[in-house]
């Protein structure tokens, strides 16, 4: 038996530019949520993630959309028009950097219950202070730690995103993670046995 081979991005962009609603919408369905939340990350407002997300995806309707296959993929290409746009918000003071409260609801994973409270409290500040210690980061580390490791993109397609060589992303990485871990052990309370013994005066 013969297996069905998956539609790729560049297939579904063929099929829309021939008018096939149900590619638009296939494609939109693959693709919306990591661009949201790399617009959200990037941008620190849910409002301009959702607007943001949506230019992209009218940009693919419009004639002059200019992927070009030889350059990268379509999700390298479409992450690429989201960084332009967020940009271009962030240039005109539209947005700030820290996350509305209702953008870091959105963004909180889904907590199993248990009876663990401690757990649940310290994870939870665990996600806040890297959700801040990201926010924090200056944009051009924050994008290929937005892209490479929390949306998962790979270092080529990252790469066409951001319009600089593999190299650079690379290099913009590493950087992000040493100043992430540097910002996450700051935020960190020491522990008890590290506090150093109080003499009282009787």
Do not use: W
Not at 175 to 197: C, I, M, Q, W
């Amino acid at each position: 038996m013969k297996a069905i081979r998956q539609e790729t991005d560049e297939d579904l962009l063929i099929r829309l530019r021939r008018g096939d609603e149900a590619a638009f919408l296939a494609l939109y369905r693959k693709r919306q949520a990591a661009l949201y939340r790399f617009a959200l990350q990037m941008s620190g407002s849910a409002g301009a993630a959702e607007d943001i997300t949506q230019e992209v995806f009218l940009a693919l309707l419009r004639g002059e959309c200019g992927f070009n296959p030889e350059r990268g993929s379509l999700s390298g290409y479409l992450f690429g028009i989201a960084r332009k746009l967020a940009l271009r918000q962030m240039e005109r003071g539209r947005v700030d950097v820290a996350l509305e409260p209702e953008a870091e609801d959105a963004t909180l994973p889904e907590l199993a219950v248990n009876d663990d409270t401690l757990a649940d409290l310290t994870h939870r500040e665990g996600i806040e202070a890297l959700r801040r210690a990201v926010a924090a980061l200056p944009r051009r580390y924050r994008e290929v730690v937005v892209l490479c490791d929390l949306e998962e993109v790979d270092y080529a397609d990252a790469a066409a995103a951001l319009g600089c060589p593999i190299g650079t992303v690379r290099s913009r990485l590493h950087r992000a993670r040493a100043l992430l871990l540097e910002k996450l052990n700051k935020e960190r309370p020491k522990p008890v046995g590290a506090l150093k013994p109080v003499r009282c005066a009787i």
